[in-house]
T-cell receptor, first 113, second 116 residues
Framework: EAQVTQNPRYLITVTGKKLTVTCSQN?????MSWYRQDPGLGLRQIYY???????DKGDVPEGYKVSRKEKRNFPLILESPSPNQTSLYFC????????????FGPGTRLLVL | DAKTTQPNSMESNEEEPVHLPCNHS???????IHWYRQLPSQGPEYVIH???SNVNNRMASLAIAEDRKSSTLILHRATLRDAAVYYC?????????????????FGKGTHLIIQP
């Protein structure tokens, strides 16, 4: 089944404790991206990647890092999480660009205390 | 990408057709009209997209006005599983060749309520 998977689905952590949210797709997509969704603010893009070893900042990259060492994986790293990063995070992928059909993961709900 | 306007919410009965409107009066000739939906506690899901002609797929139909300033997503027989927030977005060619923000911009969408 074609899908985007994220792990973990739920995470509670404390300020400053490094964490990684994994994202993997099995559709051989070149484009992958991370979004956060907050009430009243909609979806905002954090980082995106056009292909392996190519990443770019989205609208809200501060406090986040990403890497794209393999085509299928695009982990999101929070080196020193803060409470304002409490949010619902979605990974998405598509064949070519953001303008093509995006396939979203199920989401990761993060609470930073 | 052109701004879109949708009603905040709509209600329909199960097994009846639903017509979800979207206005995009500033759409440009190269912008595609995309619809996504987000079911409760799930990630957004692609529904359908089109440029000028009406489009059909297994999920829905998309009716595009002749002047392209509005469109309507049609669910032919709504079920309880269609209760979701529906987003209409207009996407032109990717603007940035050298980096810069590149994400989809979802507005508030239309919250579709289906009554049994």
């Amino acid at each position: 089944e074609a899908q985007v998977t994220q792990n973990p689905r739920y995470l509670i952590t404390v300020t400053g404790k490094k964490l990684t949210v994994t994202c993997s797709q099995n559709m051989n997509h070149e484009y992958m991206s991370w979004y956060r969704q907050d009430p009243g603010l909609g979806l905002r893009q954090i980082y995106y990647s056009m292909n392996v070893e190519v990443t770019d900042k989205g609208d809200v990259p501060e406090g986040y890092k990403v890497s794209r060492k393999e085509k299928r994986n695009f982990p999101l790293i929070l080196e020193s999480p803060s409470p304002n990063q409490t949010s619902l995070y979605f990974c998405a992928s598509s064949y070519g660009t953001s303008r093509q059909t995006q396939y979203f993961g199920p989401g990761t709900r993060l609470l930073v205390l | 990408d052109a701004k879109t306007t949708q009603p905040n919410s709509m209600e329909s009965n199960e097994e009846e057709p639903v017509h979800l409107p979207c206005n995009h009066s500033t759409i440009s000739g190269t912008d595609y009209i995309h619809w996504y939906r987000q079911l409760p506690s799930q990630g957004p899901e692609y529904v359908i997209h089109g440029l000028t002609s009406n489009v059909n797929n297994r999920m829905a139909s998309l009716a595009i006005a002749e002047d392209r300033k509005s469109s309507t997503l049609i669910l032919h027989r709504a079920t309880l599983r269609d209760a979701a927030v529906y987003y209409c977005i207009c996407l032109g060619p990717r603007r940035h060749s050298g980096g810069g923000a590149d994400g989809l911009t979802f507005g508030k969408g239309t919250h579709l309520i289906i009554q049994p």
